[in-house]
């Protein structure tokens, strides 16, 4: 499946959004949860390397068998921010984190036409519409998944979304009918910004759905303090690590799922 660069536009200074169309999106079908689209729904993306000896049409699995591995596209996960059925419009965000990496700078440079190959979608989240409140983490990787998920939680319920970026120049609206608490915490280095705004956070309600997703180390620390020193039910919460500060998506997917086991092994 590939997708054709409709428009781009910066967001924020650090957010890029692409937006994808055209017939190799036939086919493109969300996964549903409780009656509606994932809101955590996610693709694969394929980004050739530079001079690539295929056309930027490509099946991935046929690459892999023809080529050798250094020629192989870099694969990458981006969440689904919005899909048209209609118009077969398929939006995703990038985070653009400087020179470094794959994706960022693919985003960063894309231009009308551009062909995007990609796998998916799968997800298996969205808020339960039953939940007495909402609670939503992350950082801008999460950004796509906690905005998707923030208009789907049900108006008038109370909704507190804690998102972290770069300064105020990188913060952006969250339209939703819910009771909307929403912090944007500012980068000061520490890598602590939002467990500290997550202490504040009144978390009486009985029945609170979690969503808490972003860089590992961030996610593990959310996680252990909601399950550990707030007491809430495991079942209850989606928690993922999806980057990993000190390393590229490689390596960060070499090591993940033993990331992953330790960080269930904490509660
Ligand atoms: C299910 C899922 C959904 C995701 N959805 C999105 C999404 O919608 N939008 C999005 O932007 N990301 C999303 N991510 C995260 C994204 O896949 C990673 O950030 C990925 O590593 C980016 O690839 P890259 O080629 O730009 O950088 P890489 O080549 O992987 O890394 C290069 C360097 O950049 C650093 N880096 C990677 N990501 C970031 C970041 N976000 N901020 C700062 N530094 C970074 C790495 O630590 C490394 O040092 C998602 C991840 C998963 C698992």
């Not at 960022?104 to 409140?133: H, K, Q």
């Not at 909704?159 to 969250?174: A, I, K, N, S």
């Amino acid at each position: 499946m590939h997708g054709r660069v409709l428009s781009t536009s910066r967001l924020t200074p650090g957010l890029v959004r692409v937006v994808l169309g055209g017939d190799g999106l036939a086919g493109f079908a969300m996964p549903q949860v409780r009656g509606g689209d994932a809101t955590d729904a996610y693709v694969n993306i394929a980004v050739p390397p530079e001079g690539a000896a295929y056309g930027p049409v490509f099946d991935p699995r046929e690459v892999r068998d023809a080529h050798p591995r250094e020629a192989w596209p870099a694969r990458r996960r981006y969440t689904v921010r919005a899909w048209d059925a209609t118009t077969r419009e398929l939006t995703l965000d990038f985070v653009v984190h400087g020179d470094e990496g794959v994706a960022g700078p693919w985003a960063a440079r894309a231009a009308e036409g551009d062909v995007l190959v990609l796998e998916g979608p799968s997800g298996g989240y969205r808020p339960r519409p039953d939940a007495a409140a909402y609670l939503l983490v992350g950082d801008e990787s999460a950004l796509p998944a906690i905005a998707a998920s923030t208009e789907a939680v049900p108006a008038g319920r109370p909704l507190t979304v804690l998102l972290v970026c770069d300064g105020p120049d990188h913060e952006v609206d969250l339209p939703t009918d819910a009771d909307l608490d929403l912090r944007w915490l500012h980068r000061d280095g520490s890598g602590q910004e939002l467990l500290e705004a997550l202490r504040t956070v009144d978390l009486a309600w009985h029945d609170v759905c979690t969503f808490v997703h972003g860089e590992a180390d961030e996610v593990r620390a959310l996680r252990r303090h909601l399950l550990v020193e707030r007491e809430v039910p495991r079942a209850e919460m989606s928690c993922s690590p999806y980057w990993r500060r000190t390393m590229d998506d490689e390596a960060w997917r070499a090591v993940k799922r033993d990331y992953v086991a330790a960080m269930e092994g904490d509660a």
